[in-house]
């Protein structure tokens, strides 16, 4: 599945153990967190290339370094891909991951202060989408957030009355954990109002995008940012595009996103992702892709049904992404036991804050699932009705244990009593761990898409 490292094997075998461990590890679980899937041997093979030998900064064709030739053939056909798979006039395909991308479009666009709008953390947005004092999007600009109703639902009149009101110079639609698609149209309609560039982030969704599954904001977006793993199977990269609305707006986007990448934000590109997002790219344009795009949402809306048939309150009450969220509220369980919980059952995800939530972050109420890497995998509905009933046996069996042992929630706070929590469950823990055991030997990491 993996390389073979014969030459880290010899030069430094305590890091290539941690290698193999770790391999083996993704290779005996489900990974459901949504933003983590399984890239292809290809793209792995692109990334371990002499590629991240050379230096290269500055634009295909001017460039600050000699020798560039290769390297310059390489990332203008990652942007020639690119643009033709999202039909964009322009693509910079430099940033070293999504953080970096979206401050590139910020400080492009903006000036510090600036008012920027953008999804709030517990709703369902990212950290660089504004949330305050967390992060540089909330320290060099006036943050103003904006949240789901109580139904988990982005409501876009709320949302209207306040743009009008605050005025932002950007509104982000892009979400890290929102289950439903977002209406871009409508984002532009109330951008336009007054006079807002919009951000498309769509990091999570750019897959289901390719494959038809999701919205797409070319249209409506002056700019889209982007990761390059997560649903697309590629890198850990990302990237930025201009539509043809960007440019019609500012005849100088193209200019100004380039020059806030590099030299405004980075240096030397990383060759050998570029090189593996040209590989991802080209497997993006296959029919299979959008086969699995497809599959990806058809899982996860198995996945939702089914987890409902079994009581449980999900956020927004279910899903028409990759990704769903469990409010644990109704079960008393924090977020930190039900992962730690699944983890120890073969089941990986992550807790994650819901709307209006009464913990703190770092002990929120809900838990993150996603079905990109299942899918992958190649399975299917059936395999995610024995995944929720599995996923139902941990949580039963951690709310079992937690009455037994009379914790409280902020007794669940400490590491080791939700040990000790886990410990008591563990025969049914065992029990689900042999099914995720079972269903991995099925469906083994194959990544040869």
Not at 75 to 90: D, G, M, Q, T, Y
Not at 109 to 133: E, F, N
Not at 342 to 360: M, Q, S, W
Request: charged share 20%; proline share 5%.
């Amino acid at each position: 599945m993996f390389s073979s490292m014969q030459f880290l094997n010899r030069v430094d075998p305590a890091i290539a153990a941690l290698i193999k461990k770790e391999e083996a590890r993704q290779r005996r679980t489900l990974m459901m967190i949504p933003s983590e899937n399984y890239s292809s041997r290809a793209v792995q093979e692109a990334l371990a290339t002499g590629l991240t030998n050379k230096y290269s900064e500055g634009y295909a064709g001017a460039r600050y370094y000699q020798g560039n030739r290769y390297i310059d053939a390489i990332e203008s056909r990652c942007v020639e891909r690119a643009k033709r798979l999202f039909h964009v006039p322009h693509v910079n395909v430099q940033p070293y991951s999504g953080s970096p991308a979206n401050s590139a479009v910020y400080f492009a666009l903006l000036s510090p202060g600036d008012t920027i709008m953008g999804l709030s953390l517990a709703s369902g947005g990212h950290l660089t989408h504004g949330v305050p004092k967390l992060t540089f999007s909330g320290q060099y600009f006036h943050s103003v957030q904006y949240e789901v109703g109580s139904d988990g639902w982005i409501d876009y009149n709320a949302l209207e009355k306040q743009i009008k009101k605050t005025r932002p110079r950007l509104i982000v639609a892009g979400t890290t954990h929102y289950p439903r698609r977002l209406d871009f149209r409508r984002f532009a309609e109330l951008a336009d109002q007054v006079g807002a560039n919009l951000l498309a982030d769509v990091s999570h969704v750019v897959g289901l995008i390719i494959a038809g599954v999701y919205p797409d904001p070319v249209p409506y977006a002056d700019v889209i940012t982007t990761t390059t793993h997560k649903t697309l199977r590629g890198p850990r990269a990302a990237m930025i595009m201009v539509t043809n609305k960007g440019l019609k707006r500012d005849p100088q986007l193209n200019e100004k996103i380039d020059r806030a990448v590099f030299p405004g934000l980075q240096g030397g590109p990383h060759n050998n992702t570029i090189a593996a997002l040209a590989v991802a790219l080209k497997e993006a344009g296959q029919p299979g892709f959008i086969r699995y795009g497809k599959q990806i949402v058809k899982n996860a809306a198995r996945l939702a049904e089914r987890l409902h048939q079994h009581g449980y309150q999900l956020v927004s009450g279910g899903t028409d992404t990759h990704v769903l969220v469990i409010d644990l509220r109704p079960q008393a369980l924090l977020g930190n036991t039900v992962a730690e919980g699944l983890e120890a059952a073969g089941i990986v995800t992550n807790r994650n804050k819901v709307p209006f939530d009464p913990n703190p972050a770092f002990y929120p109420s809900g838990v993150r699932l996603g079905t990109p890497a299942l899918t992958s995998r190649g399975m299917q509905e059936k395999q995610m009705e024995i995944i929720a009933d599995a996923i139902d046996q941990v949580i039963r069996s951690l709310h079992q244990a937690k009455a037994s042992l009379e914790l409280t929630l902020n007794d669940e706070r400490k590491k080791t009593n939700r040990a000790n929590l886990i410990r008591r469950a563990g025969r049914e823990l065992k029990q689900v761990n042999a099914v995720v055991t079972a269903l991995c030997r099925r469906f083994p990491v194959v990544k040869e898409y």
